[in-house]
């Protein structure tokens, strides 16, 4: 399933740490402090990016391309 592992595992971790930010901000009972949506979505196009990429060192054939 994942033969680009290591930018995929970038990918899963750039959004787990914000978006457990974000909720950790939100949830903090603090009203001073406030969850960044909008870098929680920037994040998440970003973890979408990675794990869709390719690693270098994967080749299109093994990668399933045709």
Known sequence: MMKSWKTS????????????AAV???FDGDPLT???WGVV???FIAGVGLIMA???????ESAGAK
Request: net charge negative.
């Open 9 to 20: 595992l970038a990918g899963i971790a750039t959004f787990g740490v914000v978006l457990c």
């Open 24 to 26: 950790a901000a939100h």
């Open 34 to 36: 406030e969850a960044n």
């Open 41 to 43: 979505v920037a994040a």
């Open 54 to 60: 390719r690693d270098n060192d994967v080749s299109s």
